[in-house]
Each structure stands twice: as C-alpha cells, then as structure tokens.
C-alpha cells in the first residue's frame, strides 16, 4: 500500500521538513514519511544517488538536490530563500534522522531565527535503536558522535567520558572499529560494560554485550565483526552510594523513591537533608538501575 504510485499526496503546507529515513531496511520508513517526500516542491539530500534508491522503491518522484557538508554553506542561503516563498522542502539524510551526525544544522539554526516553520517527520536513528537494545541504562545518556581519528586525539576524548555517569553512545567506521576499541580498553575499567552493534536492521546485524576487559575475544570468532557501520554503547560510572550520601540522607531517598517518581523524591530529600540536588540524582538513578 505504501509503495503505491497511485496514493494521493495531500499539499503539504510551506516548511522545512526534517523527514527521517531507513538506516538499512528500507521497510523502516513511516507512511508519513514517504507521503510528505512525495508531496514537498523539494528534497534536499545528502547524496542524491545514495537516496534515489529509496525514492524509487516509493514510486517518490519529487526533485530532489544535494545538500551535503561541503556545499551546505552556499546551499543554505537558497534554500532559506525558496523557505520565505511559501515553499516546502524536505531534509533527508543518506540514513537516520537528519542532522544528527549529518548536514543541515546551519539551515535549520538560521530558519528557527527567522521565525520559518520547522517539522520533524521522526523515524530510525542507529543512536537510539542501538541504546534501546543494549540493556544498559537509558533514563540519561550521552551521544558523542565519532571519536576523533588519530590515537591521542582518541584516547584524549575518551578520557573526557570515563567519568560520565550516563550511557555515552558513540559512532564509529569500519576503517577505525579495532582502534577505537583498543583505545577504550585502555581507557576504560575492564569491569565496564560494552555494546558493539554492527550493521543495525541490515543482513548481517550484530549485537554483542561484553565487559571492556572481552575487547580483545570480540573479533577472533568472526572475521567480518569489523565490517560495516558501528554504534558502540558504553556503560556510565557507577556511583558509589555509600560515599556519595549520608545514612539519614540515603534512608530518605530510599524511603521516597518507593512512593514518588525520581524527580520528586530528589526534590524532597534536597529539601529534607540540605545536600546537593546533582549528588541526590546520580544516587537515584543508580538505586533505580539496580
């Protein structure tokens, strides 16, 4: 049904629409999705060759441009101009959600500013469908993006994250999967859990759970374990409660957190004991994961 040429596209009102796309499976799109890419005047899209299998296989036969990182300077002025027309156009990444690790941040800041419409057309992100299924904590995490490409550089940015104390997520190629993850041993706590998920709602999907100290056993069974695109879930430092608050304070925060939600029993025992939201937080929030 989806995949119909002959559906009827209703006007799409005048916008920029941030529409997001299959990150493998092309199933994975929204009827929403395919509808609104087949009824905007214009698709903006990171690489037009790379899309066109998609928007064929939607019968979506809308002009489409590129606008990737290298011409997104230039591109931004006449698209914003097309946006104060009245026109509608269409961000569409070669995968995921747009602007997440992709272009179109320059656009979408300078259309806010000028008070044009912005719409999110939600759908697959590798980010949150990696977290998702990792089993690790996901009421707070971090998404960091790729790691920089050089070892010290590397080894520098992870060393900003090991104290982090929510799930870090972070993207990473195939061409740097083993020097990442060598890195990260080095780094990390051999006790901290790791998730490695390759090629996410492709053929070949993986998903592995290991502790950092396994890093080494992951690549020895499977001799493509390094091919394709990575989503690495890293577990956050775990508080130590005992350090963190006092008795009195932790058997406060004990007591509220079996009636009132996270939010409102920290809110309390701040009010209760004096000490410091921040401390009170992490402290539930590890009692919780436990």
């Known amino acids: 049904m989806i995949k119909s040429s002959t559906a009827i596209s209703s006007p799409t009102e005048p916008g920029l629409y941030l529409v997001s796309t299959p990150i493998g499976n092309l199933a994975d799109i929204s009827y929403r999705a395919v509808e609104i890419l087949r009824s905007v005047d214009l698709i903006a899209a990171e690489d037009t060759r790379h899309s066109q299998r998609l928007l064929s296989e939607y019968a979506i036969t809308t002009t489409c441009i590129s606008f990737h990182d290298h011409n997104e300077t230039t591109m931004t002025p006449r698209l914003l101009k097309e946006l104060q027309q009245g026109r509608s156009i269409a961000v569409i990444s070669d995968a995921g959600t747009p602007l997440i690790r992709d272009p179109g941040y320059q656009l979408v800041h300078q259309a806010q500013t000028m008070k044009i419409k912005v719409i999110p057309v939600p759908g697959c992100c590798a980010a949150i469908a990696a977290l998702s299924a990792s089993g690790l904590a996901t009421d707070r995490f971090v998404f960091a993006g790729y790691p920089p490409r050089t070892q010290s550089a590397r080894q520098l940015f992870l060393q900003q994250l090991v104290d982090e104390t929510g799930t870090v997520i972070l993207y990473e190629s195939s061409h740097r999967i083993r020097s990442c993850l060598s890195d990260i041993a080095c780094v990390y706590p051999d006790s901290r859990m790791l998730v490695v998920a390759r090629e996410i709602t492709k053929r070949y999907e993986s998903i592995h759970r290991i502790a ?7 690549f020895k069974d499977d001799v493509y374990a390094d091919k394709g695109e990575f989503v690495l ?12 608050l006092d008795a009195k304070t932790q058997e406060i925060l004990n007591l509220l957190l079996e009636e009132c939600s996270v939010k409102t029993a920290v809110e309390l025992t701040a009010k209760l004991s004096g000490e410091r939201k921040k401390i009170i937080y992490q402290t539930a929030l590890e ?4």
């Open 233 to 244: 879930v890293l577990q956050g430092k775990k508080t130590d409660v005992g350090d963190v």
């Open 212 to 218: 950092v100290s396994e890093i080494d056993s992951l």
């Open 287 to 290: 009692i919780r994961n436990n």
